[in-house]
Every structure is written in structure tokens, then in C-alpha cells.
């Protein structure tokens, strides 16, 4: 069982940067990939960025390759999000997910996610 808590949203402004933390906690939370995804209001969930289980992969969707990237900590248990060139279409809730796939572009997909966190929410403003 993995426990996971997004922390870091808030309101920013178009061209802003914002870094998003998930602590995860459980005893083996270092033994899985992890994910960001986001939920905008009216629409589905999407994939936002993915860090594979060693730290050494990662993987963006397009809409924010080059502006957002994804990093792990395993010693604090912790990946992160750091955005920057924030659009107003970025607004959404961002969840926080971990699977037990060790890499590859399954990663990109809600249904291969196990666990997640509550969200936690970005507004940017234009």
C-alpha cells in the first residue's frame, strides 16, 4: 500500500512557475514509477509527466514537454513537477499517481496507475 500527497498548488500567473511535491509513504514507496496527471474542469483526466522507478527515464506529453520537468527524490520518498511558462490551460487539479511498472510508455497511462493522491490545485491566471 502506498500512500501519496500533493502539495505546492496555487494561484500563479500566465508565464509563472509553480513546483508541485507528492510525498509518498509506505514501505516499499521508493519500488514504484510515478506520475503526474491533471484534470481540468468540464474535461477528462490526462497524463501530464512520468519518472520511472530508478529516476532514470521520464516522460512528458506534449503539451508540456519543455516546460515542465519531473524529478524524484527516493531518499525523501518524493517526485516533483516544476512547471514554468505557466498558460492558462494549464489549470486543473494535478494528481499524483504510482504504478508498479518499472519503465516504458505504459507510464503515460491512467489505467496502469495503482495509487493516488487526493490533488492538489493550480489556477493560472491570464
Known amino acids: 500500500q502506498v500512500q501519496l500527497v500533493e502539495f505546492g498548488g496555487g494561484l500563479v500567473q500566465a508565464g509563472g512557475s509553480l513546483r508541485l511535491s507528492c510525498a509518498a509513504s509506505?514501505?516499499?514507496?521508493?519500488?514504484?514509477?510515478l506520475g503526474w496527471f491533471r484534470q481540468a474542469p468540464g474535461k477528462e483526466r490526462e497524463f501530464v509527466a512520468a519518472?520511472?522507478?530508478?529516476?532514470?527515464?521520464?516522460y512528458y506529453a506534449d503539451s508540456v514537454q519543455g516546460r515542465f520537468t519531473i524529478s524524484r527524490d527516493n531518499a525523501k520518498n518524493t517526485v516533483y513537477v516544476q512547471m514554468s511558462s505557466l498558460k492558462p490551460e494549464d489549470t486543473a487539479v494535478y494528481y499524483c499517481?504510482?504504478?508498479?511498472?518499472?519503465?516504458?510508455?505504459?507510464?503515460?497511462?491512467?489505467?496502469?496507475?495503482?495509487?493516488w493522491g487526493k490533488g492538489t490545485l493550480v489556477t493560472v491566471s491570464s
Open positions: 509506505g514501505r516499499t514507496a521508493n519500488s514504484y514509477s
Open positions: 519518472i520511472s522507478r530508478s529516476g532514470s527515464t521520464t
Open positions: 499517481a504510482a504504478t508498479g511498472w518499472e519503465s516504458g510508455s505504459i507510464l503515460m497511462k491512467i489505467s496502469a496507475m495503482t495509487y
